[in-house]
């Protein structure tokens, strides 16, 4: 087993980093190759190494055609790299789930005591044992997607890339050397990374975002976390779970753009557990103090400016899409002029043989299975005479704050916008999960809603639940939405006792009705 790691730890020091980003010069040139040649390099070169973009590439090999990776990952500001994967893998929906669960790990702990386990010793957290567990984890992802690009032929370049022409890339390597390729089809993925404010001195110098709090070589300590964003919460919940003081300073409201009734559960429930809130405030400044630690001052929504000191700043305000260097415009992609996203229609750009997949797609779901599943369906239409175009309405998602929230299909705001009260019924119920009973947990946030058409048979349109393994229970639900799902093919389904997912079918009581929608008893 030793050999073996060592041989691992030997091949991951040889690969070179990666970055869903790929910046580079401006190249000077007279003489730009073009496809007059019959004879392209590639069939396919996919710009970025993330889970689209691999998804795509070896969907393309298995289909006979000869296909190219470029992938190159630029250190953050405070110099974090990491390897093949994309952001999901490194950065995002991995180590996030994971840190997650090890948060959770310590709640049921506290769970056991009632159950009859005597833990006789006080219970504390070791970071560093978690980082190393899961960076781990991480580089053997990297490994094994090297692994399969090789075993199905896809030759892969950890070199940056911009277009030199519509059908000739240039790929720079991290020794500064230059090699071009022409390809017949590009597909660009090259995701998104956090932005930093411009506005406030220091955020940049001195504070971390979602790319660096996985790979701290130190617990983050008393915590700041800036922004109301799923990334933001889930990283707030998971620091205050492992026992760090943790505030979130949001600006106006969380979860933007998610139910705002159940963003509202989901904050509650952090700030229940201990998460501080600092509402309708802006960061003005930071700077470091003489003990290397982060002194920030913010104004209120009434103007004052306010001052605390804290260990680790993390700002969790956005993510740009990593287009703008790729010299998209002179080739005539598209892209939009804020967001920086491909303007697309099915993947295709406004280039006929250029496409874009996942983060970088402008109003498309920035979701990991959304990119792997519009990859291999491009692939498929591109070499295999597939009609069959991606689906991007009612994809299910789940935000992993400590109480989970899975939704799919449309938040309560948007179907009101779009089909009026008078024409919805919304089905509600709080309920208790069986294991907060003995634990005496509070169970106040545990809700679950079906907005439904009002018109029988009362087709659900969406379905929002926030409750322990929220992702798990939606999974399922979504794929019923997909078929059409109503009110009465709930009511028929038998469900599975005693589990959360049985609160779904048992649904009965309308907001209109104005019943307790309080669940009692089986």
Same mark, same amino acid.
């Given at each position: 087993?030793?050999?073996?790691?060592?041989?691992?730890?030997?091949?991951?020091?040889?690969?070179?980093?990666?970055?869903?980003?790929?910046?580079?010069?401006?190249?000077?040139?007279?003489?730009?190759?073009?496809?007059?040649?019959?004879?392209?390099?590639?069939?396919?070169?996919?710009?970025?190494?993330?889970?689209?973009?691999?998804?795509?590439?070896?969907?393309?090999?298995?289909?006979?055609?000869?296909?190219?990776?470029?992938?190159?990952?630029?250190?953050?500001?405070?110099?974090?790299?990491?390897?093949?994967?994309?952001?999901?893998?490194?950065?995002?929906?991995?180590?996030?789930?994971?840190?997650?669960?090890?948060?959770?790990?310590?709640?049921?702990?506290?769970?056991?005591?009632?159950?009859?386990?005597?833990?006789?010793?006080?219970?504390?957290?070791?970071?560093?044992?978690?980082?190393?567990?899961?960076?781990?984890?991480?580089?053997?992802?990297?490994?094994?997607?090297?692994?399969?690009?090789?075993?199905?032929?896809?030759?892969?370049?950890?070199?940056?890339?911009?277009?030199?022409?519509?059908?000739?890339?240039?790929?720079?390597?991290?020794?500064?050397?230059?090699?071009?390729?022409?390809?017949?089809?590009?597909?660009?993925?090259?995701?998104?990374?956090?932005?930093?404010?411009?506005?406030?001195?220091?955020?940049?110098?001195?504070?971390?975002?979602?790319?660096?709090?996985?790979? #701290?070589?130190?617990? $983050?300590?008393? &915590?700041? /976390?800036?922004?109301?964003?799923?990334?933001? %919460?889930?990283?707030?919940? +998971?620091?205050?779970?492992?026992?760090?003081?943790?505030?979130?300073?949001?600006?106006?409201?969380?979860?933007?753009?998610?139910?705002?009734?159940?963003?509202?559960?989901?904050?509650?429930?952090?700030?229940?557990?201990?998460?501080?809130?600092?509402?309708?405030?802006?960061?003005?400044?930071?700077?470091?103090?003489?003990?290397?630690?982060?002194?920030?001052?913010?104004?209120?929504?009434?103007?004052?400016?306010?001052?605390?000191?804290?260990?680790?700043?993390?700002?969790?305000?956005?993510?740009?899409?990593?287009?703008?260097?790729?010299?998209?415009?002179?080739?005539?992609?598209?892209?939009?002029?804020?967001?920086?996203?491909?303007?697309?229609?099915?993947?295709?750009?406004?280039?006929?043989?250029?496409?874009?997949?996942?983060?970088? #797609?402008?109003?498309? $779901?920035?979701? &990991?299975? /959304?990119?792997?599943?519009?990859?291999?369906? %491009?692939?498929?239409?591109? +070499?295999?005479?597939?009609?069959?175009?991606?689906?991007?309405?009612?994809?299910?998602?789940?935000?992993?704050?400590?109480?989970?929230?899975?939704?799919?299909?449309?938040?309560?705001?948007?179907?009101?916008?779009?089909?009026?009260?008078?024409?919805?019924?919304?089905?509600?119920?709080?309920?208790?999960?069986?294991?907060?009973?003995?634990?005496?947990?509070?169970?106040?946030?545990?809700?679950?809603?079906?907005?439904?058409?009002?018109?029988?048979?009362?087709?659900?349109?969406?379905?929002?639940?926030?409750?322990?393994?929220?992702?798990?229970?939606?999974?399922?639900?979504?794929?019923?939405?997909?078929?059409?799902?109503?009110?009465?093919?709930?009511?028929?389904?038998?469900?599975?006792?005693?589990?959360?997912?049985?609160?779904?079918?048992?649904?009965?009581?309308?907001?209109?009705?104005?019943?307790?929608?309080?669940?009692?008893?089986?």
């Amino acid at each position: 087993m030793s050999l073996l790691i060592q041989t691992v730890n030997y091949s991951f020091r040889r690969i070179l980093p990666y970055r869903c980003a790929f910046h580079s010069n401006i190249y000077k040139f007279s003489n730009a190759t073009t496809l007059a040649s019959s004879n392209p390099d590639y069939d396919l070169i996919v710009i970025g190494g993330g889970s689209g973009g691999l998804a795509c590439a070896k969907e393309a090999a298995l289909l006979g055609k000869k296909v190219g990776v470029l992938d190159y990952v630029e250190s953050s500001p405070q110099g974090t790299k990491w390897g093949l994967g994309g952001t999901c893998v490194n950065v995002g929906c991995i180590p996030k789930k994971l840190y997650h669960e090890g948060s959770l790990l310590g709640e049921r702990i506290e769970d056991a005591r009632h159950y009859g386990w005597e833990l006789r010793d006080s219970v504390t957290h070791n970071w560093d044992t978690l980082k190393t567990a899961v960076m781990n984890y991480i580089k053997s992802l990297n490994w094994g997607h090297r692994v399969q690009l090789k075993q199905k032929n896809v030759d892969y370049y950890n070199a940056k890339g911009s277009f030199l022409d519509s059908h000739t890339i240039s790929a720079v390597f991290e020794d500064g050397k230059e090699q071009k390729f022409t390809a017949k089809n590009f597909v660009i993925a090259v995701g998104a990374r956090p932005k930093y404010p411009d506005d406030v001195p220091g955020a940049k110098e001195y504070c971390i975002s979602s790319d660096d709090i996985f790979y #701290l070589d130190k617990p $983050p300590g008393k &915590t700041l /976390v800036v922004g109301g964003s799923y990334v933001a %919460l889930e990283c707030a919940g +998971f620091l205050t779970e492992l026992g760090f003081d943790t505030t979130v300073m949001v600006r106006s409201i969380c979860l933007r753009g998610f139910d705002q009734q159940m963003a509202q559960l989901v904050t509650d429930n952090m700030a229940v557990k201990g998460t501080k809130f600092l509402w309708k405030c802006l960061p003005v400044h930071v700077e470091e103090t003489d003990r290397s630690r982060l002194r920030v001052k913010w104004k209120t929504q009434e103007g004052n400016i306010c001052h605390d000191v804290f260990d680790t700043v993390l700002f969790a305000v956005g993510r740009q899409a990593q287009t703008c260097q790729l010299n998209l415009s002179k080739v005539g992609v598209k892209t939009h002029p804020d967001s920086c996203k491909v303007l697309a229609t099915n993947e295709q750009s406004s280039v006929s043989h250029i496409y874009a997949i996942g983060d970088v #797609l402008q109003g498309k $779901p920035e979701l &990991t299975p /959304v990119a792997i599943k519009a990859g291999k369906l %491009l692939a498929r239409r591109l +070499f295999e005479n597939s009609k069959k175009e991606m689906d991007y309405e009612n994809v299910a998602t789940t935000v992993f704050t400590p109480l989970e929230y899975a939704c799919v299909g449309l938040s309560e705001e948007k179907a009101l916008k779009k089909y009026g009260m008078e024409n919805l019924e919304v089905y509600h119920a709080f309920y208790k999960p069986l294991q907060y009973t003995l634990a005496e947990r509070d169970a106040s946030q545990c809700y679950l809603k079906a907005v439904c058409l009002r018109e029988h048979p009362q087709k659900v349109i969406g379905l929002h639940l926030t409750g322990p393994h929220a992702g798990e229970v939606m999974q399922g639900f979504s794929a019923a939405l997909k078929c059409g799902l109503n009110i009465e093919l709930l009511e028929q389904t038998v469900g599975i006792h005693p589990t959360v997912a049985e609160e779904v079918v048992k649904l009965n009581i309308s907001k209109r009705s104005g019943k307790d929608p309080t669940v009692t008893g089986c």
